[in-house]
């Protein structure tokens, strides 16, 4: 998709916040540092609309981009940062739970584990939520330019067998450097579309 248009609608605290509209919800999770805000960007041709940052847990709201008036586009905050306080992290836990388990237009999550890394616990326990939810599971491995080109399909299979992929679960390698996996990752996005 050519992306002409592409804004942030509201940063929500709380759930009463979230945007009223009838535009299917791609929502994006993944642990801290994982590169969300990065690939946002990518993928809606833009530099900083997502905000980026070196400094794990930034974003600590639910952020709504309204992409071509064709999607909502959401950026959950990151989870499994130990530096945020407890209360905080209690908080961000049942502002997403409540925006996973009851948000009418969320048609699909979209799971980033950085391809450098093993599964985690965290995105195992995500992973297992989402399949609970959603038929599908779609996995994009992040960062796939800080690895070398032989190493990639080792590590993609690393993430297969990590999270148990099932045959019908997506995985996409992602570079928000080289914007490889883009065009992929958009046709999933689109499908989703023509599903609704």
Do not use: C
Not at 23 to 44: D, R
Not at 76 to 100: H, N
Not at 161 to 173: A, H, S
Request: glycine share 6%.
């Amino acid at each position: 998709m050519n992306v002409t248009k592409a804004e942030m609608i509201i940063t929500a605290g709380l759930s009463s916040q979230f945007p009223v509209h009838d535009m299917p919800e791609i929502a994006f999770a993944g642990k801290s540092n994982v590169g969300k805000s990065s690939l946002l960007n990518a993928m809606l041709n833009r530099k900083a609309l997502a905000r980026t940052s070196s400094q794990p847990g930034k974003t600590q709201t639910i952020n709504f981009y309204n992409v071509q008036d064709t999607y909502m586009f959401v950026d959950l905050p990151g989870y499994g940062y130990a530096k945020v306080s407890k209360t905080d992290r209690e908080r961000w836990g049942k502002l997403i739970e409540g925006y996973l388990e009851k948000r009418e237009q969320l048609k699909k999550i979209i799971l980033l584990i950085d391809i450098r890394h093993e599964v985690g616990n965290n995105d195992k326990m995500m992973y297992d939520w989402i399949k609970h939810y959603h038929n599908e599971v779609i996995v994009v491995a992040t960062k796939m330019d800080k690895i070398k080109r032989s190493q990639v399909q080792k590590h993609l299979s690393m993430i297969r067998k990590g999270l148990n992929l099932m045959p019908e679960d997506k995985l996409v390698g992602f570079s928000s450097e080289t914007k490889q996996g883009k065009e992929e990752l958009w046709k999933i996005i689109e499908e989703i579309q023509e599903m609704n």
